[in-house]
């Protein structure tokens, strides 16, 4: 029988959400119609949250030694991570494809089948759930099988199948420009971590192992001419050519180890979800690669969606729950948008921006302007507007608090406190009447006494996190109690499933 969701890639997005669909309790097949991982890295490292995302579903530890950094940029302009509370930094020197492997070694553990050399073909969405044409290993020879899935969601990348079949609209502006990404090895280049703005574009290096360098080379074009139409991969002449006219280094005898070409197109759905397909990653928006935000971006899609996506397949809450998935991430995406095309501007034209980079260079000295900018590129600051009240939390992540629970004999975090994948409700002032108001919802969330917490909860009574890590009610701050939240986001309380409490029965309200 076929699982109730299919997930379309098996990139970090999809890996990611398939995590989340299985910690949720929900079935789940990914596809993908690579035969094997590809072992390319179109993305290095990650950002502070993402970060608290792999340390909340327990993934840091498999990495082993990582090194972190506090400094960031926009635009080439350094920013601070460490303004933000109980933040984890920035990594850069981990390749995708090792963050593929752990995602990977991570969803095999929870039993999730990845199918891989599977190409979806042929896409059928109707109102009980969604056929797939599929094509095997084998290939034309074997045929197109069928699949039936009651979700489809397409984590398949910038040239997404899934979007193209189900017909999402797909708005914005083409590529003005090329830039080369490389792997090298074999030579000595000097590191320029965050990118330099050279007379003639940019160039950025940095070391990924010994003799090992990782290269991006923007070269800024004539005015109106158009990037190359490419049907492959540049050869590594083009792009040592390229690095020797911009940096004056020769690198042509060094070792190309991978090579690709991208531009600066920005695009994004007008819809997260049609009806049973939904998108995520670089399916839903493709961007500048500028501070390294997309593979974080899609890791966070796939947090906001496992979950909510779960709770529907299984019959746990409304369908209607997956409307807060666009109406959460869709402004997300077109922020996204807007500070990397913004970046491009200013990282990547040349001296008749300066000026301006002068300008927002002062700016960034004022401690609310540089904080502002840290938060959109670590994605730190996400706020989701979840209805009416004053807690400073609501609505923000839940940083990463160090905590005792009452009985423990020690200190535990919050992060560790989300590796369920389910919801947390911190009771912080011993409230028997807030436990007992939860008890409907038990197996759907972790209710918790706090017997000691740190100075940023003092004056909380209570917390509602979402498994995404996102506080979704704060007492006092509020309106009314916890049992409209906790129905509002998990569903009706098992006693109300069906069957009437008191001779009342309560119905399950869409969001």
Excluded at 217 to 223: G, I, Q, T
Excluded at 433 to 459: C, H, N, Q, Y
Aim: hydrophobic share 40%.
């Amino acid at each position: 029988m076929d699982p109730p969701v299919v997930v379309v890639g098996a990139g970090p997005t999809g890996l990611m959400l398939a995590g989340e669909l299985r910690l949720a309790g929900a079935e789940v097949l990914v596809i993908d119609r690579l035969e094997r991982p590809s072992g390319e890295s179109r993305g290095l490292g990650f950002t502070p949250r993402t970060m608290e995302v792999f340390d909340q579903r327990g993934l840091l530890d498999r990495y082993g030694p990582i090194s972190t950094s506090a400094q960031g940029h926009f635009g080439g302009l350094p920013v601070d991570f460490s303004v933000f509370h109980g933040a984890h930094f920035s990594v850069r020197d981990v390749p995708q494809h090792r963050t593929e492997a752990v995602l990977g070694e991570w969803v095999a553990e929870l039993g999730v089948e990845v199918r891989r050399g599977t190409e979806l073909r042929t896409l059928e969405a109707d109102d009980d759930g969604v056929t797939l044409g599929v094509l095997g290993p084998s290939g034309e020879a074997g045929g197109l099988q069928q699949l039936r899935a009651s979700y489809l969601v397409g984590c398949d990348g910038g040239r997404s199948t899934v979007r193209r079949l189900a017909g999402f609209a797909f708005p914005g502006t083409a590529s003005t420009m090329e830039m080369f990404l490389a792997d090298v090895g074999d030579c000595d280049i000097e590191a320029r971590p965050i990118g330099e703005s050279l007379p003639r574009g940019m160039a950025m290096s940095l070391q990924l192992g010994e003799r090992v360098h990782r290269i991006i080379v923007c070269e800024r074009a004539e005015r109106g001419t158009a990037p190359v139409r490419r049907t492959g991969p540049p050869e590594f002449s083009e792009v040592a050519a390229a690095w020797q006219r911009l940096t004056g280094q020769d690198i042509g005898s060094a070792t190309p180890l991978w090579i690709s070409a991208f531009g600066n197109a920005a695009r994004q759905v007008t819809e997260y979800r049609r009806g049973r397909v939904l998108l995520a990653g670089d399916a839903a928006h493709i961007h500048l690669p500028a501070g390294g935000q997309g593979m974080n971006t899609g890791v966070q899609d796939a947090v906001n969606l496992g979950w909510k996506l779960a709770a529907v397949a299984r019959g746990t809450a409304p369908p209607d729950l997956l409307d807060s998935y666009h109406r959460e991430r869709h402004p997300v995406g077109a922020r996204l948008l807007m500070n990397t095309q913004a970046q491009g501007l200013l990282f990547l034209s040349g001296s008749e921006v300066q000026p301006l980079r002068d300008v927002l260079s002062g700016l960034m000295r004022h401690r609310a302007v540089g904080r502002h900018l840290a938060g959109m590129v670590s994605g730190l600051d996400i706020h989701y507007d979840l209805g009416p009240g004053s807690h400073p939390l609501l609505g923000l992540r839940l940083p990463r608090l160090e905590l005792r629970v009452a009985g423990a004999d020690t200190a535990t975090t919050t992060g560790a406190l989300l590796s369920s994948g389910r919801a947390l409700l911190l009771d912080l002032a011993d409230d028997p009447e807030l436990r007992r108001a939860a008890d409907g919802w038990s197996g759907r969330l972790d209710v918790l006494t706090v017997s000691t917490a740190p100075p940023l909860l003092s004056g909380t009574d209570a917390l509602l996190v979402r498994p995404d890590g996102q506080v979704a009610w704060a007492s006092p701050g509020s309106p009314g109690g916890v049992r409209p939240e906790l129905r509002r986001w998990f569903g009706p309380p098992r006693s109300h499933r069906g069957a009437p409490n008191n001779g009342k029965k309560e119905t399950c309200t869409a969001l």
